[in-house]
């Protein structure tokens, strides 16, 4: 028999976290649907979606609570997201998200109004306490296309022991398989793909709230020739290969982004792999922290591969050295550490590259 616990779940409308409600109130649980406003017109949690999720609640017949934490996330979120584009980095906003809103601010706020023991989201990623170390660990979902354990790494120990993840042993398909087994509404709703609060155009977004990055620029090479203009650093990622509009013998793309010079670095397929790179702001989920040189394997953005490295630490900080060279890494990203499945800790990628 399952001991009954007060849950908070958090309700976006879609498929995942929906069956995470449902099943948990098949197992005889106290829940309480949860979805945060925080952007208008959110593609996560817009009205549509809030919708989709009140309806959910209706038929499993349990209370649906909607929280307005729209000040919080442009503070804690998209703010720190402006400052990172603006600076010619990379940021990966929804880490940051879940650490700071979803299992903080929307935690404390329901907690406080229904006295929620448990948060547990449609995450596919697996919470399970060490029995011999007593630690909260964090591992990789069994689903490897699905696996978010990437957006939760930021979590500390407090947050890891009151999550609850029902569908982390679980692939999409079976997911999508029983959700429609019990007629729930939402069961082919497409996945959500882009960043919440951008509307479905980055640039756009990017053009209005840093328009001072709008100007036009000159691309150069890593020797410093000039190959062609950009219009305007915000634009372009590292790694990104199409519209930098520059004719060359073979495909370019972008190394680095230098908004206060007002540059785009390009170069070819050979010059993007990188051999190692630093990592600053380190901090540690399912272990304690170590010290001086750690073989791990590093992955440096959602979906990607595990990357087998040795990390050299020093103080907050370290350096990642990879056994193989890499292209894609993008300084603010953040690049987190496993041993196999289970998720060590992370960090986030600095400008201080290697290049192959």
Not at 306 to 331: K, Q, Y
Request: charged share 20%; hydrophobic share 40%; net charge negative.
């Amino acid at each position: 028999m399952v001991h009954q616990m007060r849950i908070a779940v958090g309700l976006s409308g879609g498929v995942d976290s929906s069956l995470a409600a449902a099943r948990l109130v098949a197992e005889g649980h106290e829940v309480v649907g949860v979805t945060m406003v925080i952007w208008p017109d959110s593609s996560c949690c817009g009205a549509e979606a809030i919708a989709d999720a009140s309806a959910l609640a209706s038929r499993l017949g349990i209370q649906h609570l909607k929280l307005d934490l729209m000040e919080q996330f442009k503070a804690e979120v998209v703010d720190p997201f402006l400052e990172t584009y603006a600076d010619g980095r990379t940021p990966n906003p929804c880490p940051t998200c879940n650490e700071r809103l979803k299992f903080d601010h929307m935690w404390q706020a329901a907690r406080a109004e229904t006295g929620a023991e448990y948060l547990a989201t449609g995450h596919y990623a697996r919470v399970a306490q060490d029995p011999v170390t007593g630690r909260w660990q964090l591992r990789s979902g069994v689903d490897p296309r699905k696996d978010q354990a990437y957006m939760l790494w930021r979590l500390s120990q407090d947050q890891l022991s009151r999550l609850i993840t029902p569908l982390g042993s679980m692939t999409k398909e079976e997911t999508r398989r029983e959700a429609k087994a019990l007629g729930l509404d939402v069961a082919d709703k497409p996945d959500s793909q882009d960043l919440c609060f951008t509307s479905q155009d980055l640039s756009g977004f990017l053009a209005r709230h840093l328009p001072e990055h709008e100007r036009p620029g000159p691309i150069v090479d890593l020797s410093g020739q000039v190959l062609g203009a950009h219009k305007g650093t915000t634009h372009y990622t590292v790694g990104q290969r199409k519209g930098l509009g520059v004719a060359a013998p073979t495909p370019l793309y972008v190394l680095d982004v230098l908004p206060a010079e007002g540059r785009l670095v390009v170069g070819t397929r050979e010059q993007t792999l990188v051999r190692g790179f630093g990592v600053e702001d380190v901090r540690w989920v399912s272990v304690t922290e170590p010290a001086g040189v750690v073989s791990l394997s590093v992955r440096i953005r959602h979906g990607g591969d595990l990357h087998a490295a040795t990390l050299v630490l020093s103080g907050s900080g370290g350096r990642v050295e990879l056994e193989a060279a890499i292209p894609g890494v993008a300084p603010g990203q953040y690049a987190v550490f496993h041993d196999g499945d289970l998720v060590l800790g992370g960090g986030t990628i600095t400008r201080d590259v290697l290049r192959a």
